[in-house]
């Protein structure tokens, strides 16, 4: 929950300079390629969203050899899903994006995406909705973070039969996410 929110927080930051001032009229006005903006906005807070996961990875770690004093090798199968879960990021990503563009307001598309972690954490933990967890963008976070994880048995383990189909998953709903945002800044150009 707390990863999705800090995506939610990181992309309405990445807005709200056009929303203020006379940046959203530039941005309406420029010659470059709207897909430019919206790639360009997705790639921006990927950034700082695998920075976030390097710090957690490597807390994690520090913590675990240091703090518990945790004997063996480092499982590498921790850091693999730390990187699936930037790519499973994505789509959040890019849906956040749609909705920072569209909402002029900081706190509603944060606000959604809250709405979207109940919703996500439902779907990943309830065996009926469960297939739908694989819509939410939020869930596919959920998802990732605890794949081979006792913490949530749903999730999967690291295999090649349940990391394909999420990072699949993720990076289809991306395109669509980016493809929304492309549309939506088409259709307010042409206003």
Same mark, same amino acid.
Request: aromatic letters at 6%; hydrophobic letters at 55%; charged letters at 10%.
């Given at each position: ?10 992309? =309405? =930051? ?35 969203? =695998?920075?976030? @996961? ?22 590498? @199968? ?13 789509? *959040?990503?890019?849906? @956040?994006? *749609? *909705? ?37 963008? @939020? ?11 006792? =913490? ?40």
């Amino acid at each position: 929950m707390f990863y999705s929110i800090g995506i939610a927080l990181l992309t =309405a =930051a990445t807005w709200r300079i056009e929303h203020r001032g006379t940046n959203w009229n530039l941005l309406l006005t420029t010659t470059r390629h709207p897909i430019t903006l919206v790639l360009a906005k997705i790639a921006v807070v990927t950034a700082p969203v =695998a920075f976030m @996961q390097l710090v957690l990875v490597t807390g994690t770690l520090l913590s675990g050899t240091m703090i518990i004093d945790i004997d063996g090798p480092i499982p590498w @199968q921790f850091a693999l899903a730390g990187v699936i879960a930037v790519v499973a990021a994505l789509p *959040l990503i890019a849906f @956040q994006t *749609l *909705l920072s563009f569209l909402l002029r307001s900081f706190a509603a598309p944060v606000a959604i995406c809250l709405i979207g972690c109940v919703i996500g954490v439902a779907t990943v933990t309830s065996d009926t909705l469960r297939p739908l967890s694989y819509i939410f963008p @939020q869930a596919i976070n959920t998802r990732a973070l605890n794949l081979g994880s006792t =913490a949530s048995a749903a999730s999967g383990g690291l295999t090649v039969n349940d990391v394909l189909p999420l990072l699949g998953t993720a990076i289809g709903l991306a395109a669509v996410g980016a493809l929304l945002s492309l549309g939506a800044i088409r259709t307010i150009k042409l206003r």
